[in-house]
Antibody, heavy 118, light 111 residues
Framework: EVQLAESGGGLVQPGGSLRLSCVGS????????MMWVRQAPGKGLEWISY????????SYADSVKGRFTISRDNAKNSLYLQMSSLRAEDTAVYYC???????????WGQGTLVTVSS | QSALTQPPSASGSPGQSVAISCTGT?????????VSWYQQQHPGKAPKLII????KRPSGVPDRFSGSKSGNTASLTVSGLQAEDEGDYYC??????????FGGGTRLTVL
């Protein structure tokens, strides 16, 4: 069974930093491109970053570009999101997701909550 | 990277059909057949893929769910509505440069 498990969320002050992790199991992690999607409280889904399986392609939403960095360690079946210069509007549940056939996000983690507040 | 446009709400009685639209641009929905739909039955619960590549259903998704696309607009149709279909539905499309865009979401209510 494919499973994704995020961790690393919590309360952080504006301007602070946080690193999220996502561990994959039940599939060959290194063969899949991965991404991060977030959902602010009471709001919709927002795609924020993508990293290809080969690590050749990286992309970010304009809202996080220059502040967030996506990375992966295939030996540890892990995806990361380094977040810096955090703002109140970054408060959200952050999901990692696997890119399946035809660019669909076919598996999602349970999410980790990041709260940016003083 | 503007969000795709979905109606905020939709509703129907059990057994009826309801369609949810998703309007993008020629840079996303109009250029790619990589439109997918997700169901989120409870806020904070992980979304579930129900349609990919515009019309295809993953294994285990009932055939009551169907998708289509014309130009810059995609649609999800839920036929034979059931109580368990209530929830939020999001469309998504691949866009230029290995980016993705989601719709704002539609709350489906079964009356």
């Amino acid at each position: 069974e494919v499973q994704l498990a995020e961790s690393g969320g919590g309360l952080v002050q504006p301007g602070g930093s946080l690193r999220l992790s996502c561990v994959g199991s039940g599939f060959v992690f290194s063969s899949y491109s991965m991404m991060w999607v977030r959902q602010a409280p009471g709001k919709g889904l927002e795609w924020i970053s993508y990293l290809s399986s080969s690590m050749s392609y990286i992309s970010y939403a304009d809202s996080v570009k220059g502040r967030f960095t996506i990375s992966r360690d295939n030996a540890k079946n892990s995806l990361y999101l380094q977040m810096s210069s955090l703002r109140a509007e970054d408060t959200a549940v952050y999901y990692c997701a696997r890119e399946g056939f035809y660019s669909a996000l076919d598996s999602w983690g349970q999410g980790t909550l990041v709260t940016v507040s003083s | 990277q503007s969000a795709l446009t979905q109606p905020p709400s939709a509703s129907g009685s059990p057994g009826q059909s309801v369609a949810i639209s998703c309007t993008g641009t020629s840079s996303d929905v109009g250029s790619y057949n990589y439109v997918s739909w997700y169901q989120q039955q409870h806020p904070g619960k992980a979304p579930k893929l129900i349609i990919y590549e515009v019309t295809k259903r993953p294994s285990g998704v009932p055939d009551r769910f169907s998708g289509s696309k014309s130009g810059n607009t995609a649609s999800l149709t839920v036929s034979g509505l059931q109580a368990e279909d209530e929830g939020d539905y999001y469309c998504s499309s691949r866009a230029v440069g290995y980016t993705w865009v989601f719709g704002g979401g539609t709350r489906l209510t079964v009356l």
